[in-house]
């Protein structure tokens, strides 16, 4: 299988597996599906976890602190036998029950995990099926434990129910267009029409970076030649070696003659087992 390591600028990316007699254009569908599907994951992931903590979400009228309502108002704010006040006053502090709260962080935490960069140091590719997968899983723990549904305004439930649930989230201007985003490896693009083995030959066990861009925004910048670590491991060396080199200078000419490796004598002590004796009383 042809590898592609698919990375973006901050360092973020993910694996994926295809064949070089595969279509470009069936390609860059498949990575942009999954480059919005991880945002998607992303933002599920936050909002059923607050589900989790804190119950659903309030109508944006009502939002606030349900302490500060208490004491400010004659409104008595509901609580379950497993209430948990939201600090952020943004949820109504009932969440499930304690079981099914447990599955729902469950599947959760393997959509993180499935969608986490180090799946690439892993060595492990991603596909649009299992991706899907672990969402339905997700959605399914939801109608286990509000088998009535959720209101409207619940994050949860826009983003796991609506193809633009992302819309108004902080990840809307990350997702990509298929139409409209292009395929770059090498410097060089994938051309729609043509397929991957006109772009990397028909070797099947070809590994390549390539990354995702918008096709108004042309190729994407080159690599740099080291990595940040790699940069910041060569300027300590340099700094070292500036320092050294100053020490020296600054040194006096003859300074040497004190060290261990200028005494002519030196050879003879040590043949005799004289090299490490000192004088008693003395300290060096």
């Known amino acids: 299988m042809v590898v592609i390591s698919v990375k973006q600028t901050d360092g973020d990316g993910f694996l994926f597996e295809t064949t070089t007699d595969t279509k470009n254009d069936d390609l860059i569908a498949s990575l ?11 933002v599920i992931v936050d909002a059923v976890r607050g589900l989790a903590d ?32 939201d600090p952020t006053g943004i949820r109504t502090g009932n969440p499930p029950d304690l079981k099914l709260a447990a599955i729902i962080k469950k599947v959760a935490r393997d959509l993180e995990e499935y969608i986490d960069k180090a799946q690439v140091q892993n060595r492990v590719a991603l596909s649009e099926s299992h991706l899907q997968d672990k969402i339905a899983n997700v959605r399914g723990a939801i109608i286990m434990a509000y088998p009535m549904g959720l209101h409207e305004w619940e ?22 267009e ?12 994938f051309q729609k029409g043509k397929l991957v083995s006109d772009r990397l030959g028909k070797n099947e066990k070809t590994k390549v970076i390539a990354k995702l861009q918008k096709k108004e925004d042309g190729p994407p910048a080159r690599e740099p030649i080291v ?4 940069r910041k491991a060569m300027m300590a060396h340099y700094f070292k070696m500036q320092e050294e080199a100053k020490r020296l200078t600054e040194a006096d000419d003859d300074d040497y003659l004190n060290s261990e490796w200028a005494d002519n004598k030196q050879m003879r002590k040590n043949l005799q087992g004289l090299g490490k004796i000192k004088a ?4 060096f």
Do not use: F
């Open 227 to 230: 990595n940040e670590e790699e």
């Open 54 to 85: 804190y119950g659903p979400m309030k109508e944006a009228p009502v939002v606030g602190l349900d302490e500060i309502k208490e004491k400010c108002t004659d409104e008595v704010v509901e609580k379950s036998p497993n209430y948990t006040a």
């Open 280 to 283: 008693p009383g003395l300290r």
């Open 32 to 42: 942009v599906n999954i480059h919005n599907g991880r945002l998607r994951s992303a």
């Open 155 to 176: 994050t949860a439930k826009v983003v796991l129910d609506y193809d633009d649930g992302l819309q108004g989230t902080k990840v809307a201007n990350q997702l990509l």
């Open 178 to 189: 298929i139409k409209s985003t292009s395929l770059w490896a090498v410097g060089k693009e």
